[in-house]
């Protein structure tokens, strides 16, 4: 049975690659048509995932897509991006443009592989989840520290009461993959008692040498967790500030549509196609408008089945489920920058101190490259209230002014920012220092 089963897959295989190389996919990058965006089309071969594929390498490259224009209804996936970088300009970097084209076009390798699964042996990759709670990022990393790990990157995203972290890590003494297998079950058993458990849902944390694409596995993770199940102080929101999500059925074509208002931010539309990727759910047309503060998407999507939504419970899970996608990455508290040169344990320095000043943090992404440190944080109180701006100053003058900056004023304290920052040098400041298409639209054919 395994070996038909096999000898099934086989052949699935080699008549996907028949088709490709029949017809191999093409990418066309246009500078000219639009005025204030490069315009980015691509047709392949269609098959389930392609669009996350194709959405996920635009959004790695940091690019904003203002518009977009999908279509894969039958055997032909074809697909129109507007794209800008981050201050709203077009693509005109040569590397970026070839990487694209490369990435996308008839010899990227882009298609042949799953969605999210990459090859490393640089690190191990360290996944957690669990309930979330005031200092648990710090009590995890000291105990990396401790074990004599260092953190290289890392997500951490908090979501309805729970945590969840993709971690990549070295060992500190080799700067490479950990391969001793006492010393990897050792991590995963003292990590799972920082986490703990919470009642029905267990805290679960795999070890593995099989990297994956960070952002795609926290979505994974977040879902299989059930983190769209309404708890507690989540039924309070705000209803201003929820995501507006509709799903109706179009019942002369078999389509169900999807409608999703909501503010806009950055990575939006890979949030939302890869919660429908994940559920089974396959987009045969959509657009997407982001040139505004408000971004509106709408998807005509089918089960991977053929059948479009079939219940209620399916439309409001739908719906509840691609309400959590959006709000995953919502940065809530105060955005902390830190850039300086790496070294063992400064992951876990940082968020100590953060967690003996009473921040907890909500968010993270951790990135280190030729020996330096850029790591992101959203930090708010442990207790709920804004975060002081004098708090934040003390822990800026122990880290250092220059190594640890605020990005933006997400707080009404940093309004009333201190006029001049003290000149004097502190007992610790040194402390990170010597420890080292224009316009378009997809016509509605219902009312």
Request: charged share 30%; proline share 2%; aromatic share 8%.
């Amino acid at each position: 049975m395994e070996s038909s089963m096999s000898f099934s897959q086989d052949m699935d295989d080699e008549y996907e690659k028949l088709i490709r190389r029949m017809n191999p996919p093409r990418v066309v990058i246009d500078n000219e048509s639009c005025k204030n965006a490069t315009v980015i089309q691509v047709d392949s071969a269609n098959r389930h995932g392609i669009l996350l594929e194709v959405v996920q390498i635009l959004t790695d490259l940091n690019l904003v897509i203002t518009k977009a224009y999908i279509s894969s209804d039958g055997g032909w996936f074809m697909d129109v991006f507007n794209v800008t970088d981050q201050d709203g300009n077009k693509i005109t970097d040569e590397e970026i443009i070839d990487y694209i084209q490369k990435s996308l076009g008839p010899d990227s390798s882009c298609f042949g592989r799953s969605v999210g699964v990459l090859s490393s042996t640089d690190y191990t990759t360290i996944e957690l989840i669990g309930r979330d709670r005031p200092g648990l990022l710090s009590e995890l990393t000291a105990v990396l520290s401790h074990l004599k790990c260092n953190v290289v990157n890392a997500e951490v995203w908090t979501h309805n009461t729970r945590a969840a972290a993709v971690m990549h890590i070295t060992d500190q003494g080799t700067g490479y993959a950990i391969d001793d297998l006492d010393r990897l079950s050792r991590i995963k058993e003292l990590l799972c008692n920082v986490l703990g458990s919470s009642h029905s849902r267990e805290a679960k944390t795999e070890v593995t040498h099989v990297a994956t694409h960070a952002e795609r596995r926290l979505h994974q993770m977040l879902f299989d967790d059930r983190d769209y199940e309404q708890v507690g102080e989540e039924e309070d929101e705000d209803e201003r500030q929820r995501p507006n999500v509709s799903v109706v059925n179009w019942y002369d074509k078999d389509y169900s549509v999807v409608s999703i208002r909501c503010k806009d931010r950055p990575k939006l539309l890979f949030d939302t196609v890869c919660t429908l990727t994940d559920m089974q759910y396959v987009v045969f047309h959509g657009s997407v408008d982001a040139e505004g503060p408000e971004a509106y998407q709408e998807f005509y999507i089918r089960h991977v089945d053929g059948s479009p939504v079939k219940s209620e419970a399916e439309r409001q899970r739908v719906i509840q489920c691609l309400e959590a996608a959006i709000k995953r990455r919502v940065s809530e508290g105060l955005k902390l920058e830190l850039c300086t040169t790496d070294r063992a344990g400064l992951l876990s320095d940082v968020t100590r101190i953060f967690r003996e000043n009473s921040l907890t943090v909500t968010q993270a992404e951790v990135t280190t490259r030729g020996g330096k440190a850029v790591n992101i944080f959203y930090v708010r109180e442990a207790s709920g209230y804004p975060v002081d701006a004098k708090v934040i100053d003390s822990i800026r003058q122990v880290i250092g002014q220059t190594i640890l900056k605020v990005k933006g004023n997400n707080s009404k304290e940093r309004k009333q920012k201190v006029a001049q920052e003290s000149q004097s040098k502190f007992l610790f400041g040194g402390l990170f220092k010597s420890r080292s298409f224009c316009n378009f639209g997809l016509v509605r054919s219902y009312s």
